[in-house]
């Protein structure tokens, strides 16, 4: 009798709990960027070049800076952001929610050199 009564309030609070904290969220899909050590500046997603993606979806943006003279800015609607500065070597990321239009990624001191774009729709 007792180890019923037990069971059973262990799944009640398990119950309370799981309502308590709401739907687990997805975790959002990756894009992963790199610029440096060169002259060279990319996303991939998936292992591929990133040339499109969906409108109204969040993505997280995982940059990788190898070098201090660089930075990684994400430019498009509704979004102007330095993800990682010059002087900064290592691992950043952000959050956005895209929407339709074009995209474009460089690093501001190299932009006639270091640049990509891709459509969102």
Do not use: Q, W
């Not at 398990?14 to 894009?31: C, D, F, Q, R, Y």
């Amino acid at each position: 009798m007792i180890r019923i009564s037990f069971i059973l309030l262990a799944g009640v609070a398990a119950a309370v709990a799981l309502v308590a904290t709401g739907p687990i969220a997805a975790a959002p899909p990756v894009v992963k960027g790199t610029v440096g050590p060169g002259f060279t500046i990319s996303l991939k997603s998936g292992g591929k070049t990133v040339k499109s993606l969906k409108a109204g979806v969040r993505y997280r943006f995982e940059i990788t800076d190898k070098s201090s003279a660089h930075d990684f800015r994400l430019k498009g609607p509704g979004v102007n952001r330095m993800i990682t500065g010059v002087g900064y070597v290592g691992k950043k990321s952000a959050t956005f929610t895209l929407k339709p239009g074009t995209y474009r990624f460089v690093c501001d001191p190299h932009a006639s050199l270091m640049k990509g774009s891709f459509r969102v729709s």
